[in-house]
């Protein structure tokens, strides 16, 4: 790893031609106006514990003042993009806050908000961030200052796991299972929220270190938020199954004596999501459809796309069934909005927002434009470029409108020269040989670079350090134009890509704590199907291509039996279903199955202490295990 002292003298200061794009954003947008903090400010209660939250081994988990830099009356630095540290001053006026009479959120206790509310006998919790350590640290802060009341029930808005990862730190499970607490949360969110964090988890976590800026020390080069949130914490991740799920707009609830009223908003922020209105608080829940930013319809770290079209529609609707009603809205991220008036219009504004990414992206499609055509042309009505909550802390502009181009007409372009492109590594070395050498890249990217042109820098120097990962000289030209954009970077993920590939370039990779989103919790959780689905996604299809092989699973009678199937290099399976013809007969219960894909033990030793009995041919089963892959977390990104 290399020396932190030493790794920091690396960092080179913002350039004129930084500066004088940080400063175009201040002459553009409304600083004078201090609403946003008199509403962050509104309702306080007390600041959060100081003290670093530590794990196993006194590992730090989180840090409650590491980001005390950003001064709330500091002006930028110049190494920070002016209105990104407005929108990181807001985030990090934290602690317990009233949001209204019975409502309160502990604010900046992880990258989410922890929402209770109060009702007839105890409390509701909304959303237990994203680790055990933290989550029990929020509900403790609420402890302290409004005594100790009976936990009711639990909600979860959506399937991502900054918004049920800590719900252990909160309930017993035992207090679930028993009836005293229930959980609530939208159809399909136990499937969402494994499938995300299991099928592509490892690529996503491995990213989301990036965006979420694990790799960066928090200062004014480095991490100062995320647009949404500061950071993650990198704790314990669980995950308790809901009791009750919500199926259909308009479902009403009493829930400890509150008449809850639900939207569901399936394929917007998340795959399952949900919005509500309490109608004795004439309080709307925006869970994350309604925030301070342009959030992502597409997320850096990987995810599925999102439909900007049924956002909008989503949030119409929201505002036909409570916009008359609602006197408060908050959200899962972020501060309340207070009075009717304001509230609408913070609505209406994010509803025209999305809907406009959606039909000006189609609209210059139709017109024959590319996608990076239409992301470098697009523009919004200045109505929505001057609202601050328009502004792109978490999403942006950007790469919002180019996911909307592939939701609809995918990744090619329509140009057959852009159909079957050279992979990066032999098109970067031919790049690099048409240019010239790398020499001669690199002595012309010196030059775009000394005339502020570090957007062509990254694109064209990214070519000579995929010809030949060993040019140091290129890696730092490299790490010297991203660092820049980073500086210049509205959005929260974009410096945390840019900068976290800056300091890879210069350094290598040096691991750091990252939330464990494939966590026991999540493992146990998984169907069956889910199990195999993800068996297949580990199989090497080159490697068992020419093999082929049938095995009986039975887990027992609770669980169930399934034939698993090896041919054309794919692995198939099918529920109740078991064959005389097949090479073996695997017998396990869940939990071993369980305790096999959390690396507690192997099907080795689970076959020797009996806990699997296999019937027929051995061999098949460990041949099948040998054609499994494991995925090394720590990839490189900015390297080949």
């Not at 090619?412 to 890249?441: C, I, K, Q, W």
């Not at 690396?599 to 027929?616: C, L, P, Q, W």
């Amino acid at each position: 790893m290399a020396d932190l002292s030493f790794a920091q003298e690396l960092r080179k200061n913002a350039t004129e031609p930084t500066k004088e794009e940080n400063q175009r954003l201040v002459n553009q947008l409304p600083f004078s106006d201090r609403t946003d903090f008199e509403n962050a400010h509104r309702g306080f209660v007390a600041p959060l514990p100081t003290a670093t939250i530590t794990g196993e081994g006194g590992k730090a988990l989180w840090k409650p003042g590491q980001f005390g830099f950003i001064g709330e009356n500091a002006p930028a630095p110049d190494s920070v993009n002016p209105s990104l540290w407005r929108q990181s001053q807001l985030i990090n006026i934290s602690g317990l806050f009233e949001v209204t009479d019975g409502i309160y959120q502990v604010r900046n206790q992880d990258l989410s908000n922890m929402t209770i509310i109060e009702g007839n006998e105890g409390i509701v919790v909304v959303d237990p961030l994203v680790s055990v350590e933290t989550a029990r640290a929020a509900i403790d802060l609420y402890y302290a200052n409004r005594g100790r009341r009976p936990l009711k029930a639990v909600i979860y808005t959506h399937s991502h796991v900054d918004h049920y990862g800590g719900v252990r730190g909160i309930v017993d499970e035992a207090d679930v299972t028993s009836g005293n607490v229930r959980i609530y949360a939208p159809t399909g969110f136990m499937e969402a929220a494994v499938a995300e964090n299991i099928f592509a988890g490892n690529a996503m976590s491995r990213r989301a270190s990036y965006m979420y800026g694990n790799v960066l020390p928090p200062d004014a080069k480095g991490q100062v938020g995320a647009g949404l949130g500061t950071t993650t914490s990198a704790g314990t991740v669980t995950l308790i199954p809901p009791t009750n799920l919500v199926k259909e707009t308009g479902e009403k609830q009493i829930i400890d004596g509150l008449t809850y009223e639900f939207l569901l908003a399936p394929g917007s922020e998340a795959p399952a999501e949900m919005l509500w209105f309490i109608e004795e608080k004439k309080a709307i829940s925006a869970a994350e459809d309604v925030t301070h930013t342009l959030h992502n319809t597409y997320s850096l770290r990987g995810a599925k796309i999102r439909d900007p079209l049924s956002w909008s529609k989503y949030i119409n609707r929201a505002l036909s069934m409570w916009g008359d009603k609602a006197e408060v809205i908050f959200a899962q991220h972020h501060w309340p909005t207070w009075g009717n008036e304001n509230v609408v219009e913070l609505m209406q504004k994010q509803r025209d927002l999305y809907r406009f990414i959606n039909d000006q992206t189609l609209r210059m499609a139709n017109q024959g434009l590319t996608m990076v055509e239409i992301a470098e042309q697009f523009k919004l009505p200045e109505s929505l470029a001057n609202f601050w909550a328009s502004r792109g802390y978490y999403g942006s502009i950007n790469h919002n409108v180019k996911a909307t181009y592939v939701l609809y007409l995918g990744w090619f372009n329509g140009n057959p020269a852009t159909l079957h492109e050279l992979p990066p590594v032999e098109a970067s070395r031919n790049y690099v040989e048409f240019m010239g050498g790398a020499d001669a890249v690199l002595g012309k990217a010196k030059k775009s670079f000394e005339e502020g042109k570090y957007r062509w820098v990254a694109q064209v120097v990214n070519h000579v350090v995929f010809a030949d990962p060993n040019n140091q000289e290129a890696k730092n030209l490299q790490a010297d134009a991203l660092e820049q954009l980073g500086y210049q970077a509205e959005s929260g993920p974009w410096r945390n890509f840019y900068l976290s590939g800056a300091k890879e370039l210069r350094e290598g990779i040096t691991p750091q704590p990252t939330p464990d989103t494939a966590s026991p919790d999540t493992v146990r959780a998984m169907t069956p199907e889910m199990f195999f689905d993800y068996l297949g996604i580990r199989l090497n299809g080159s490697r068992a291509a020419d093999a082929k092989l049938a095995l009986n699973i039975d887990f027992g009678n609770s669980d169930g039996q399934y034939l698993v199937e090896l041919e054309n290099g794919v692995l198939n399976h099918t529920a109740h279903r078991q064959s005389d013809d097949a090479d073996a007969t695997v017998r396990l219960t869940r939990e071993t199955l369980n305790r096999i894909a959390l690396h507690e033990m192997t099907v080795a030793d689970a076959i020797n202490s009996g806990d699997i009995t296999v019937t027929g041919e051995r061999g098949k089963l460990e041949e099948l295990i040998s054609y499994l892959d494991t995925f090394e977390f720590w990839f490189n990104i900015v390297t080949p």
